[in-house]
């Protein structure tokens, strides 16, 4: 049995609130501003939680980038001509329905109130006219003040304006970006101009992105300023098809990489009524929450046609066909995007990750053990040195082999001489370092440490010239 497999007959000890104070309480997000009182739906990333989400970026950029021959990369700018979000459509239909308490002033956004308190599943599919409905027939009470007196649902655009130059009417209004999409349709010419390309090929992308969202909170899980991590692979459109199914499989690939809980996992496929404007087909990636979240969107896969590319071609002037030497033919190329978020993933690889264990502390006394069960490529640290005492000839030698390691393993090794053994060890288990290498007494005399296991909390005695390798072994 692997690990992964092993993990997913456990039961599930993440609640949002416990993931939430851990998060705080070892610096992985904490709530943004919160000196000034906090500001609704913004969130740091604290010492580790930096690191954790740079492992997840590098990974992704590494594999669905880095090492494909079919892949390009891409960073494009977060403000862009205003002109872009009128040809993506997103100045028309980018819109979230909410609804307004008329007595508090409160606001809400229609589906989710139609699916927390009516218990109907995927509103988001429903109209604004059909949620009015239905908010209308259960003469719903105001969630904040108990008022029966909500609004029918009405469109909001999500997208954040701000000005270029003085803040009057000679300033240019722009738009911060709502998604890094458009970016790489928009500098997809250059690419096939300045690259030696031909389809099928794609180019991917992270960056920020800026929604105004209206949300009922769910820690990290919608943010008004989210990184996204987005492909759009160009194929001719009589294979847009198959690469949708290859797509899929290799969505599938990444989940498990990230050590994500396969039962937690699940493919919707977007009813017709469902499909957004520019989308022929489209399957979402789901993830169980714990609570009363349930199944929501971690990841989508979309297959946008030619939509993007006709319309910026119509709306700029510009040639954006490609040309195919073998048929001597010009076409323009039809799309299939993966998307991924940032925050969603380090979200759901916490929860995953999140477990308590019954053990003993180093009396044996009974003890709940908290443990984040990274995936190693993951983890914020990958190993932890410690002195078992603050003496300086074991100090000297922990300290070189922390530098040692930090060359040749990782530089996200840790070197902590702070506090009895047993605090750190449970210090390292809760930001889910894999490994902790202990320099002892016989370390003098034997050149050996021990190296314990995070998971099975096991403990092997290595010779100290033998554990960077035997680290790097476990780790990459
Ligand atoms: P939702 O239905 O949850 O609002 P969406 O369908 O609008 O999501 P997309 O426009 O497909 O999402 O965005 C691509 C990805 O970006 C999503 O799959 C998700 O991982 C992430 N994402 C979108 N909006 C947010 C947000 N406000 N906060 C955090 N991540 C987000």
Redesign the pocket.
């Known amino acids: 049995m692997t690990d992964q497999q092993e993990r997913s007959t456990t039961r599930r000890a993440a609640t949002m609130d416990k993931v939430v104070a851990l998060a705080k309480r070892r610096g992985f997000v904490f709530p943004g501003s919160e000196i000034y009182g906090g500001l609704a739906n913004t969130w740091d990333y604290g010492p580790l939680g930096v690191e954790l989400k740079n492992n997840i970026k590098q990974l992704w950029w590494k594999t669905f980038v880095q090492t494909r021959r079919d892949m390009l990369g891409l960073d494009a700018g977060i403000l862009m001509h205003p002109r872009v979000w009128e040809a993506s459509g997103h100045v028309v239909n980018f819109n979230d329905p909410l609804v307004d308490c008329k007595t508090c002033k409160a606001r809400f956004r229609a589906d989710d109130l139609v699916e927390r308190h009516l218990h109907i599943a995927d509103a988001?599919a429903k109209t604004p006219d059909e949620l009015s409905a239905l908010i209308r027939e259960a003469n719903l009470p105001c969630p904040n003040c108990g008022n029966r007196t909500l609004t029918d649902a009405r469109q909001f655009n999500m997208m954040f304006q701000t000005t270029i130059g003085p803040v009057s009417e000679t300033g240019t209004q722009v738009y911060l970006r709502p998604?890094t999409a458009q970016g790489i349709f928009v500098q997809y010419k250059n690419i096939l101009n300045s690259q030696r390309v031909k389809l099928p090929f794609g180019i991917g992308q992270i960056g920020k992105a800026f929604?105004n969202?209206i949300t009922p909170g769910n820690f990290?899980?919608?943010?008004l300023e989210?990184e996204?991590m987005e492909i759009e692979y160009f194929v001719k459109a009589a294979e847009s098809a198959t690469a949708f199914e290859e797509w899929l499989t290799a969505m599938r690939g990444w989940i498990e990489l990230i050590g994500l809980r396969p039962e937690h996992i699940r493919v919707r496929e977007h009813a017709k009524e469902e499909l957004s404007h520019y989308s022929m087909r489209t399957c979402d990636f789901e993830y169980l929450f714990p609570g009363p979240m349930g199944w929501?969107?971690?990841?989508?896969l979309a297959n946008r046609t030619d939509f993007d590319l006709r319309s910026h071609q119509e709306a700029s002037g510009e040639d954006l066909t490609y040309f195919e030497q073998e048929t001597k033919t010009r076409f323009l190329p039809h799309v299939v995007e993966p998307?991924?978020?940032v925050?969603?993933t380090f979200l759901t690889v916490l929860l995953d990750a999140y477990d308590e264990e019954a053990t003993t502390d180093v009396n044996g006394k009974a003890e709940t053990r908290t443990v984040l069960r990274f995936v190693p490529r993951l983890a914020p640290v990958k190993a932890a040195v410690l002195p078992l005492a603050k003496k300086p000839e074991l100090t000297s030698v922990a300290w070189q082999l922390f530098e040692r390691l930090q060359c040749e393993v990782s530089p996200q090794v840790d070197y902590d001489e702070q506090a009895n053994i047993g605090k750190r060890y449970r210090r390292q288990d809760e930001i889910g370092t894999p490994f902790c290498v202990t320099v002892d007494f016989d370390t003098l005399e034997d050149r050996a440490v021990t190296i314990r296991d995070r998971d099975t909390m096991s403990q092997v005695r290595i010779p100290l010239d033998d554990v960077p390798a035997y680290l790097s072994e476990r780790i990459r």
């Open positions: 988001s998604e929604r969202e990290i899980f919608r943010v989210l996204q929501k969107e971690l990841y989508g998307t991924f978020g925050e969603r």
